[in-house]
């Protein structure tokens, strides 16, 4: 398998852009950066953070970086560390790209191959092997490393087996486990992290981003950014696949139908359903899906001060659209009822929350 190839086929990487162990380039998060730098200052780094936040912000590139730096024996010691800056031509960063170093392990879903299709958790058989660089100690006397990418794709059984390493940890031992629900992340994992959660971007720190790529993001119109930053989430991935003008113009016209409920404008929204129930549609099915829930999201925040009561019908109806997306995608149902009632359902809370 290429190279080209085999970054496409990383289950947590984006085609087009480098791989978070592979990406120098760092914006944004300084206190969560900070928090870092002052344990190792300090020489009292706790031994296990629970990176949390959402996709495409940033949190396994700040796994990478860390272990670059603890990994790298001159940044590690050194007492006024200032930065996580590793040269890219750096031992310790060569090996960790190419996930060589010997204290390095990295548990997260298999990738692709040419026979096999990348897995969709990370089974317990693969973290009692890749923890079993902590029975011994570095052949350097410095940190060994465990980056979780990510927590959600961990089974109940692995992530038992990585708490057991976790509530006796050797010395000199390092977890960084990244999540984009660290709520949901077993209570005996949570209780023994440093929780550390990362905020969306700033626009400046995703134009910034994307500009540090190079072609083709750096030449993509900057009219098209600026409308995939509205939609973006303070999320660098999530702008990145918005950076298509249809993609865009789609959002546009769903946020449209939600901005005018309760009305509902019945000749477009049957024209929707239509057109999300055929079967090259799934894209746009849960482009709309995102959109929808971020919609809600918003008229949420906008109303928080008006009381748990007056927001209920709009949390319930959210609850009702996720429950039934998932009955949809496994028993392969007709998207279009879904879609209809979805609207109608919305309009009815959207008069009760007034």
């Not at 162990?21 to 944004?28: D, I, L, P, T, V």
């Not at 272990?67 to 007492?79: E, H, N, Q, Y």
């Not at 019945?266 to 929707?272: C, E, G, H, P, S």
């Not at 008229?299 to 209920?312: I, K, P, Q, V, Y």
Request: neutral net charge; aromatic residues 6%; charged residues 25%.
């Amino acid at each position: 398998m290429s190279r080209d190839s085999q970054e496409a086929a990383e289950p947590d990487g984006f085609d087009g852009a480098p791989h978070p162990r592979e990406q120098f380039a760092f914006f944004g998060h300084e206190e969560g950066e900070g928090a870092f730098l002052e344990g190792l200052r300090s020489g009292r780094l706790h031994h296990a953070w629970l990176i949390g936040g959402a996709q495409g912000i940033g949190k396994a590139t700040l796994a990478y970086r860390v272990a670059r730096t603890v990994l790298d024996p001159r940044k590690s010691r050194d007492p006024h560390i200032a930065s996580l800056d590793v040269a890219p031509d750096a031992g310790a960063s060569r090996q960790v790209a190419a996930l060589s170093h010997p204290n390095l392990s990295v548990l997260r879903r298999a990738p692709a191959t040419d026979k096999k299709s990348a897995s969709s958790t990370i089974p317990v058989d693969a973290v009692r092997r890749a923890l079993g660089m902590f029975g011994s100690t570095a052949a350097d006397g410095g940190y060994r490393v465990c980056i979780v990418d990510s927590a959600e794709d961990l089974t109940i059984s692995s992530a038992n087996a990585l708490l057991k390493v976790i509530e006796e940890p050797p010395p000199r031992s390092l977890f960084l486990i990244v999540s984009h629900a660290p709520q949901r992340v077993l209570p005996t994992i949570r209780s023994r992290c440093r929780r550390l959660l990362l905020r969306p971007l700033e626009d400046r720190d995703i134009r910034a981003a994307i500009a540090s790529l190079g072609s083709p993001w750096s030449g993509i119109p900057a009219d098209t950014v600026e409308q995939a930053l509205r939609y973006g989430e303070g999320s660098v991935r999530r702008t990145l696949e918005l950076l298509d003008a249809d993609k865009v113009s789609f959002i546009g016209q769903v946020t449209r139908l939600l901005d005018g409920l309760p009305k509902t404008d019945t000749k477009q929204v049957f024209a929707l359903a239509e057109a999300l129930s055929k079967r090259d549609a799934d894209d746009s099915y849960e482009l709309t899906l995102e959109t929808v829930q971020r919609w809600v999201s918003e008229r949420l925040h906008e109303r928080a001060g008006l009381g748990a009561s007056r927001l209920a019908p709009l949390v319930e109806v959210c609850e009702k659209i996720a429950r039934t997306a998932r009955e949809i995608d496994v028993f392969n149902l007709d998207r279009r009822p879904f879609i209809l009632t979805l609207f109608d359902d919305l309009a009815d809370a959207v008069r009760r929350a007034a």
